[in-house]
């Protein structure tokens, strides 16, 4: 999805140059590629995530991410019969992180309503009314006179 189009949407301000957003994958692959400060190669990613990110699927998210310029990746000589891939993350890859951050806290703003941290009162009728500190007081009133 375009980043134009889902920020109209939430009623952001659209930014100046369209581009893509990065999936969930790519945005977690960006996270973790974000604090490196030199280039990462897709088995310490793997290692990284616990084995969590097969290494298969992860060439070919590095690959398209590297298309869409959210990376960069850098061949080194190694010993055996193949290069080295390195990768980092490019400034066009920080900003679509950032980006797909701010829509994200938009969405939630606009989509659950009210936000987190103003407390919600619970319904008067329905099937919970007490949220388990009300008993204390129903029994209280109860053993009354």
């Keep these: 999805m375009k980043l134009s189009s889902l920020a109209r949407a939430l009623g952001a301000k659209p930014p ?6 990065p999936s969930p994958r790519e945005a977690l ?6 604090g490196k400060k030199k280039p990462v190669t897709a088995y310490a990613l793997h290692k990284e ?12 998210s590095l690959n398209r991410m590297e298309a869409k310029g959210f990376v960069k990746s850098q061949h080194k000589k190694s010993l055996g019969p193949c290069d080295i891939r390195g990768v ?8 679509a992180l950032q980006a797909r951050e701010e829509l994200k ?10 936000p987190a941290q103003m407390k919600r009162e619970p319904p008067q009728t329905g099937p919970w009314v007490c949220r388990g500190d ?6 209280a009133k109860d053993a009354e006179p």
């Design 105 to 114: 806290r938009a969405y939630l703003r606009t989509s659950m309503g009210a």
């Design 134 to 139: 009300c008993r204390d007081e129903k029994r």
């Design 29 to 34: 692959l960006l996270g973790m590629l974000e």
């Design 88 to 95: 980092s993350i490019t400034p066009e890859g920080r900003t």
């Design 16 to 21: 100046a140059r369209d581009r893509e957003l």
């Design 49 to 60: 995530s616990g084995g969590k990110l097969p290494l298969g699927s992860l060439y070919v």
